[in-house]
């Protein structure tokens, strides 16, 4: 009965609910931290136990939550296969919510390093993403997979239109004196409590007792190994990581960009960085689901995955702050599309039991490169602003190459 596509959506919408709400808070550090570390970040700087080129420290902070994530979505992933979707991801939402009230507390005492290891921990604890995705898998076919899947970008993707606005907003001491650039995170402290109490009371659970697997505590640790087995998971995995490097490093280097070029403040860069997620619904809400009806996830891949490395140079042409709005519209589109195809071309590849351990392994892969972008997108910005964005594209077209001449990355619905 699960298997039609209206009752697989209204199944899981408190998920895509639970997303949204937490992607609001996620998209908050970017759209803070950036302007406030880079322009003004002397108080922040000077609480940590090293120093260093502002641009490099930045891309340390903002890669220290997913190196959380990259550890802990395996273990939450199998762990979801053997108690069930619900009380693994209620745990994890209740370590997010004490963690964000810890993040505004420690931007509010101005201490970097209490704000490092609170992301660290919340990364750790984050279920949300893997969970969401095995609970799609539960409930769909084949058929309509990949438009669940993008459900779940949209619902990222319309948080971080709502979250920069909302950061702006309340981080702004001129609409109302009180505000700064804590107050973001107590807003979303007293969201997540909602969220919880929500999750609790609207979601039920996808995975029925009869199908859940046993796995060891031993199995869940070394679950990440799976990646490197031989098999047809393996080449999707390694192209799955060079897309997420890509994106991510878009996701990292166009915010650097924008405020060394153009010296944009808080206000200035959530406008910009929340115009570039209107293309993301779009693609997620439409383009997508049009897509997956006449290519394979294979298909379509590779060529979002080509059109997003070419479309992200178009940022760093010379051109005004107003010519924006088209530039960061084009690769917004492409990585919208690709996005929910390449977690589409893991599921389908993998076992229906085995559904948590692939997806949470795809998405340890997600947040690694996403560790790495921030890193890598933190150094080539100190030695050229521009360098970022040349790189994303290089490693968007390998992807893309590497697909299209591997016969390991086909599926058996391609």
């Known amino acids: 009965m699960f298997n039609r596509p209206e009752s697989s959506f209204l199944r899981i919408l408190p ?72 009380p693994i991801l209620l745990i994890s939402l209740c370590i997010t919510t004490i963690c964000f009230g810890g993040l505004g507390y420690a931007i509010h005492i101005q201490n970097l390093s209490l704000f490092i290891v609170i992301s660290l921990i919340m990364g750790l604890a984050e279920a949300n993403i893997a969970t969401a995705q095995s609970a799609v898998a539960d409930v769909t076919t084949e058929e309509n997979r990949t438009r669940m899947f993008a459900y779940i970008n949209l619902s990222a993707s319309g948080a971080f239109i709502i979250g920069p606005l909302l950061g702006g907003v309340l981080a702004d001491p001129h609409l109302v004196p009180w505000f700064n650039n804590s107050t973001p995170y107590w807003a979303v402290f007293i969201l997540l409590i909602m969220t919880v109490i929500f999750t609790f009371t609207a979601f039920k659970e996808t995975r029925p007792k009869e199908k859940r697997t046993e796995v060891s505590y031993s199995q869940a640790f070394t679950n990440l190994l799976g990646i490197f087995k031989p098999g047809k998971l393996r080449i999707i995995y390694l192209v799955n990581f060079l897309i997420y490097l890509a994106i991510f490093g878009f996701f990292r280097a166009f915010p650097m960009y924008l405020v060394e070029h153009y010296g944009m403040d808080v206000t200035e860069l959530a406008k910009y960085i929340a115009w570039n997620a209107v293309p993301v619904v779009i693609g997620s809400l439409w383009l997508t689901g049009y897509l997956s009806k006449l290519h394979t996830p294979r298909t379509i891949a590779i060529y979002s995955t080509l059109l997003f490395g070419l479309f992200n140079l178009f940022v760093i042409l010379p051109q005004s702050e107003f010519m924006l709005y088209f530039t960061l519209f084009l690769p917004g589109l492409a990585l919208a599309v690709a996005l929910p195809v390449s977690a589409s071309m893991i599921s389908l590849a993998a076992g229906e039991d085995a559904q948590g351990r692939a997806l949470g392994n795809n998405l340890s892969i997600e947040v690694g490169a996403e560790v790495l972008s921030g890193l890598a997108a933190g150094f080539l910005a100190a030695y050229f602003i521009k360098l970022p964005m040349f790189a994303i594209c290089a490693v968007a077209i390998l992807a893309a190459a590497i697909l299209f001449f591997s016969n390991g990355g086909k599926l058996k619905s391609s």
């Open 15 to 86: 998920l895509y609910i639970v997303i949204f709400i937490g992607f609001v808070g996620y998209s908050l550090t970017i759209t803070i931290l950036t302007p406030l570390i880079l322009e003004k970040g002397e108080a922040l700087l000077n609480s940590l136990p090293f120093t260093g080129d502002p641009t490099i420290i930045l891309g340390i902070v903002l890669a220290i939550y997913p190196v959380g994530q990259f550890f802990g979505a395996p273990i939450m992933g199998a762990l979801s296969d053997r108690f069930g979707r619900k």
